[in-house]
């Protein structure tokens, strides 16, 4: 097919093959199936089948269209990736059986409360007597059940700032206690 005079896109894609290269190697793409260098010939096909002369250089149209189809390549495995690793985090989250603990964007597997408690009931015991009926509450929900400090103050009828008090005194003994038991080891 011969679209600019005389030149087949042969020739053409012969001489601006390294385009393809360059743009691979400039965005730091690893290629090893050379699915972007497939990209980056069809993107050089397309601009060569749609190339309007008056519009501009050829060599400045395959720039555009080379680059632009593999940041859309690019795009495009992100998605997937993304979608691949929601997919992953629900699935864990199924063998978990919904037990975890948000922080940021990240979910982490939470033990059920009463395995928890099964595993070292001295310890809590201990824990327990140690803080008021309010504190152990907020252990209770907030460490042990993973509960928000919203739903503690809905299920308590109590406002957030509440919640918070009873954390920060909880911490607070708690601290004290491991200090304690440093000192005396």
């Not at 928890?116 to 201990?126: A, C, Q, R, T």
């Not at 008090?165 to 080891?185: N, T």
Request: hydrophobic share 35%.
């Amino acid at each position: 097919m011969e679209k600019t005079g005389k030149i087949t896109f042969e020739e053409i894609f012969k001489q601006n093959e390294r385009r393809i290269h360059y743009y691979i190697h400039r965005m730091n793409v690893r290629d090893p199936h050379r699915e972007f260098y497939q990209e980056g010939m069809v993107a050089m096909w397309n601009a060569y089948e749609s190339y309007q002369p008056d519009k501009g250089p050829l060599s400045t149209y395959f720039n555009y269209m080379i680059r632009n189809r593999m940041i859309d390549l690019m795009r495009k495995h992100t998605r997937v990736q993304e979608k691949e690793a929601l997919c992953i985090q629900a699935h864990r989250t199924v063998l978990d059986e919904g037990h975890t603990y948000s922080k940021g964007q990240a979910s982490y597997p939470l033990l059920k409360g009463s395995e928890v408690i099964l595993k070292d009931s001295e310890f809590w015991g201990k824990i327990r007597a140690q803080l008021s009926t309010n504190q152990w509450k907020w252990v209770q929900h907030s460490i042990i059940e993973g509960m928000k400090l919203k739903e503690i103050a809905t299920q308590e009828g109590v406002s957030v700032d509440a919640v918070k008090s009873w954390g920060r005194e909880a911490r607070r003994k708690l601290r004290d206690r491991v200090e304690e038991e440093r000192l005396h080891l």
